[in-house]
């Protein structure tokens, strides 16, 4: 088994194997969330992407009721750029926090730091959290980012963690 290479820097997170104290503690961080915490805040965060885009498809469909197709389409485009909106805007906007996690008492930090992922880091992350549905089916690209934190050491980061080099702890 290989030891957990540091980021750049060693980052707030990385302890090295002969440490003592829990990992959770190093550099005054708050503790990486909890699972089923974690999971609960993003399927909030899910369903109010979803009801937005059901809205705007309600528009595509009043507007044109003959062409299931483009209702299909409005919905499918629009839940995934209203994800891409909706995570950014409030994770950079909002001390790294979308609805869902503030109602469940987590955050976004910064791995290197544990700051705010204002402007790119927050992008970053909330382009590849959303974007890659157009590519692949958005239920599944959504599914395996957020699957991934079940087996991914130290940090529990999603797909769109690493990318942003972010991780999600319990806000304080």
């Known amino acids: 088994m290989t030891t957990p290479q540091p980021p750049e820097g ?4 990385y302890h090295p194997p002969h440490a003592t104290e829990p ?6 961080m708050p503790p ?3 699972l089923g915490r974690r999971l609960t805040a993003r399927t909030i965060d899910i369903v109010i992407v979803l009801v937005i885009a059901f809205l705007f498809s309600l528009i595509a469909y009043f507007s044109d ?6 209702v299909s389409f409005v919905f499918s485009i629009g839940a995934l ?3 891409f909106v909706y995570e950014g805007l409030m994770l950079t906007r909002s001390r790294g926090q979308t609805l869902g996690k503030k109602l469940m008492n987590l955050r976004v930090a910064v791995l290197a730091d544990g700051s705010v992922p204002e402007g790119s880091p927050g992008w970053t992350r909330a382009a590849v959290w959303g974007l890659p549905g157009v590519i692949v089916c958005g239920c599944l690209w959504w599914a395996i980012d957020g699957v991934w934190v079940t087996w991914d050491q130290p940090y529990r980061q999603a797909l769109h963690d690493k990318a942003a080099k972010t991780v999600v702890v319990e806000a304080r």
Do not use: K, M, N
């Open 10 to 13: 060693g980052g707030p997170y």
């Open 32 to 34: 990486l969330a909890p």
């Open 23 to 28: 990992a959770d503690a190093v550099g005054g």
């Open 81 to 83: 750029l209203v994800a």
């Open 65 to 70: 009721r003959h062409d299931r197709g483009v």
